[in-house]
């Protein structure tokens, strides 16, 4: 199991220890460093800063969203980053929410999210192929654009039916340049593992990943080769309590404050983990304005399932449990130097 190191976005601005703490994951021998975005900071941006200062470790987004950018426009972002990095770009995708696609992207969320997907991971590896121009006569994601979209509100309107299919200038580096998912519904998982080269999980649960994710107790659904790298966050602390609070402020805001109450992919997750009414209270606090009782609401079982919290000894024992199930690499968010050496040394104990 490789170790990541996973920085997330900015809050307020940029973060003055992500460059470091980048530095020192690769001098540690961390295999890679992700990078995401909401609705403030890009992901590529700042990956494309931390490749310029770094030389080995691999370069990922996890993950960018699909609705900042047509599909096109982030395989030129991938295989231009590939390309300055000597080849070490890993290409995470998600779709995110309704509410942060038409509330911050101003376009539809697609009503079909599993066409929508497998038409864009399509797009971006004819791009990355470069065996032949762009075409794809698609749903949501049609090359050359044929006109308005074909339900309701999906295009932008009438073109002028001038477009060609058109092939990429730059030759990519890479034509197999690994392209990941970000998927939480079962549905999403199973075309994730059918289609993709790799599977970033939002909450994984080491002892319960089977069920949580309707997958073979075996792993025998996990192709050879796949990846599978879910996001942890990490803190060696002697307070497990006090450890485990900036994993409940997360999930109160991922719960309450990143998705409709209609519709909020996490809250489902939380849900099917076990955490049905507590997910009902958090959303509700958050909506409420209290957001600090919402984060107090946010079950320590469940936080402390889905993360590494604790003093040395805790987390060696709770790292083995994740070294058991299919997980190829553990992309680690940590606060500091001292949790990253210690996730290191015992990765490789």
């Known amino acids: 199991m490789r170790l990541g190191l996973a920085l997330g976005y900015w809050g307020r601005g940029p973060s003055p220890t992500h460059l470091e703490l980048a530095r020192e994951a690769e001098r540690l021998g961390y295999h890679s460093v992700w990078t995401a975005e909401a609705w403030g900071s890009d992901a590529f941006t700042a990956l494309t800063w931390i490749a310029a200062h770094t030389s080995r470790i691999r370069l990922g987004t996890a993950v960018a969203q699909m609705a900042a950018r047509a599909p096109t426009a982030t395989a030129m972002h991938a295989l231009t980053l590939d390309h300055l990095s000597g080849g070490r770009m890993l290409l995470g995708l998600g779709l995110s929410g309704p509410q942060v696609v038409e509330g911050w992207y101003g376009r539809p969320f697609p009503r079909s999210p599993l066409t929508a997907t497998r038409e864009y991971i399509d797009v971006v590896r004819q791009v990355l192929r470069r065996e032949g121009p762009v075409t794809l006569d698609g749903r949501y994601h049609p090359h050359p654009y044929p006109g308005p979209g074909p339900t309701a509100g999906a295009g932008p ?18 034509p197999d340049l690994p392209v990941l998912l970000g998927a939480e519904g079962p549905k999403n998982v199973a075309q994730t593992l059918a289609l993709a080269d790799g599977w970033l999980p939002l909450y ?124 190829t690499d553990l992309l680690v968010t940590a606060p500091d130097p001292v949790t990253l050496r210690t996730l290191a040394d015992l990765n490789r104990a």
């Open 157 to 174: 309107g009438p073109g002028l039916g001038l477009g060609k299919p058109l092939k990429s200038i730059t030759h990519p580096l890479r």
């Open 204 to 327: 994984w649960s080491p002892t319960r990943w089977a069920e949580v994710y309707g997958l073979a107790a075996d792993g025998s659904d996990v192709r050879d080769g796949f990846l599978v790298a879910p996001l942890v966050r990490a803190r060696v602390c002697a307070d497990v309590a006090e450890g485990l609070l900036p994993v409940k402020t997360m999930l109160g805001f991922y719960i309450g404050g990143m998705g409709h109450a209609a519709r909020n992919f996490h809250a489902d997750l939380m849900t099917r983990m076990g955490y049905g009414a507590e997910a009902r209270r958090v959303r509700d606090l958050f909506a409420a304005g209290r957001r600090d009782e919402a984060v107090l609401a946010v079950p320590d079982a469940f936080a402390d399932e889905i993360s590494l919290v604790g003093p040395r000894e805790r987390i060696a024992a709770r790292l083995e449990e994740w070294r058991e199930g299919p997980v």
